[in-house]
């Protein structure tokens, strides 16, 4: 999978692909992430890459011309799957989504700032809108960050446990049930015996039950899906 990362502020994005499972993925070549300044596009002679809106309003906008021209150069390099614009009022983003982009191969995604981007590159270019939550953030790039590391995961290869995303929360519709590790007992506070009898089948059900439960009381609303 490739992933083309659109931003006036690069550096924001360094940090989260740089460790952990994110690089890791990347040293297996299982995923490769570019990232280009969209400031390297402007043709503005002061380098802007926004503008005062129409209609006057506190806010700038980020202009039309440097976007459209990286994202015109990267689709003659490629064809991309999806052109995804990181925004507030974007569909709510779902595990299942981002099972579904995870089959894909190539992704491209914008990073807004400041009021937003310019409406005629959402009217043009952009092929899904998401929203990482109900709250509003200074710019794309975290957003970005957050898809791409709930994408990336999912990648064969990409865990060391090949079942373990499979197991997690929201796949199946439920939340993931509560784990232990060592030791069996801490202040008094015991492990739940069934984990510690090597009965896999009970250890299984126990599981389910309580995934289900959890998932009951906490998000009622998986299990209406
Ligand atoms: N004026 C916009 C609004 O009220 O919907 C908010 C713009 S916000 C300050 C700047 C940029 O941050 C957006 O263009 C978007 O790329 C990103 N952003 C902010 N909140 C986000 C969220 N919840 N999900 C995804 N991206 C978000």
């Given at each position: 999978m490739r992933i083309d990362i659109l931003t006036v502020l690069p550096e924001l994005l360094n940090g989260p692909f740089s460790a952990s499972i994110l690089k890791r993925a990347q040293d297996k070549g299982l995923v490769e992430i570019h990232l280009h300044n969209i400031?390297?596009?402007?043709?503005?002679r002061h380098n802007n890459v926004d503008d005062y809106q129409y209609g006057g309003g506190a806010g700038m906008v980020m202009s039309i011309e440097p976007i459209v021209t990286l994202i015109e150069k990267l689709k003659t390099e490629r064809s991309y799957d999806e052109v995804i614009y990181l925004t507030p009022d974007g569909e709510m983003l779902e595990q299942k989504a981002c099972n579904e982009l995870s089959l894909k191969n190539n992704l491209m995604m914008l990073c807004g700032h400041y009021k937003g981007i310019d409406e005629r590159i959402r009217e043009h270019f952009i092929t899904k809108e998401v929203s990482i939550g109900s709250y509003v953030l200074s710019g794309g790039e975290l957003a970005a960050a957050v898809l791409s590391d709930a994408i990336i995961r999912l990648l064969p290869g990409v865990l060391n446990n090949e079942t373990s995303a499979l197991t997690?929360?929201?796949?199946?519709n439920l939340l993931s049930p509560p784990v232990y590790t060592r030791p069996p007992e801490f202040r008094g506070w015991k492990v739940p015996e069934v984990l510690l009898s090597g009965n896999f089948p009970k250890i299984e059900k126990w599981r389910e039950e309580q995934a289900l439960e959890r998932t009951k009381s906490r998000r009622p609303d998986l299990l209406d899906e």
């Open positions: 400031r390297d596009y402007s043709t503005d997690d929360s929201f796949q199946d």
